[in-house]
C-alpha cells in the first residue's frame, strides 16, 4: 500500500515526466498503485498522488480488468461534452459536477513499453481525462468556477478537519 497524497501536497502540481525505463520497478509501482486505488474504492489513480510526478496513472472500472497507462497523450476528444459527478482520492470526501468531452482516443505504453490506442466512452473517458490531468499538475477542480471550486475546497476542510490538523502537526 502506498501514502495518498491530497490537496496542498505540492506533488500534485508538478509537471509529471516522461517514463523510460519499462523495468521491474516501473511494474511494482504499477501493482501498488493498482492496488492502493482498490483498497481506497478509487476508479484511477495517477503517479502524483503517491508522490511519482512521472506520466503513469492507473483505471479500474467495475468488473473490467485495471488498466495501466504510461506516458498517455489524449490524441482525440469528442465535440459532445456530458457532465459527471468526479471525485478524486486526493480530495476525500467531496464531490462535484465538471463538464468534459463525453468520448476521448488516448494513445499510451502498457507496462511492457507496448504501445496501444483506445477509444473510450463513458466513465473510463471520463477517468482517463480526470487522471491525465494530474500528470500535468492539473486537479478537478480546478476545471470549476472559481466560487464553486471555494465550496468544494471549503466542504473538503470541513470533511477532513482532523485529518488536515494531524497532517500539520507532521503525524
Ligand atoms: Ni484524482
Not at 501498488?32 to 498522488?49: C, F, H, K, N
Not at 496501444?116 to 471520463?126: E, N, Q, V, W, Y
Amino acid at each position: 500500500m502506498l501514502d495518498i497524497y491530497t490537496l496542498g501536497d505540492e506533488v500534485l502540481r508538478e509537471k509529471c515526466k516522461e517514463i523510460t525505463k519499462f523495468d521491474a520497478a516501473l511494474k511494482m509501482l504499477a501493482d501498488a498503485m493498482i492496488e492502493t486505488m482498490d483498497e481506497a474504492d478509487g476508479v484511477g489513480l495517477a503517479g502524483p498522488q503517491v508522490g511519482v510526478p512521472e506520466k503513469i496513472f492507473v483505471i479500474h472500472i467495475g468488473d473490467d480488468e485495471p488498466m495501466v497507462f504510461i506516458n498517455p497523450e489524449i490524441i482525440e476528444t469528442t465535440i459532445e461534452e456530458c457532465p459527471y459527478e468526479e471525485g478524486c482520492l486526493s480530495i476525500p470526501g467531496v464531490y462535484h459536477e465538471v463538464i468534459r468531452p463525453a468520448g476521448v482516443t488516448v494513445q499510451a505504453q502498457d507496462v511492457n513499453g507496448k504501445a496501444f490506442t483506445l477509444k473510450a466512452d463513458g466513465l473510463l473517458a471520463r477517468a482517463i481525462q480526470h487522471e491525465n490531468d494530474h500528470l500535468s499538475g492539473v486537479l478537478y477542480i480546478d476545471h470549476l468556477p472559481e466560487s464553486e471550486q471555494k465550496s468544494v475546497i471549503r466542504s473538503y476542510e470541513r470533511k477532513n478537519r482532523s485529518r488536515l490538523k494531524a497532517k500539520k502537526r507532521g503525524v
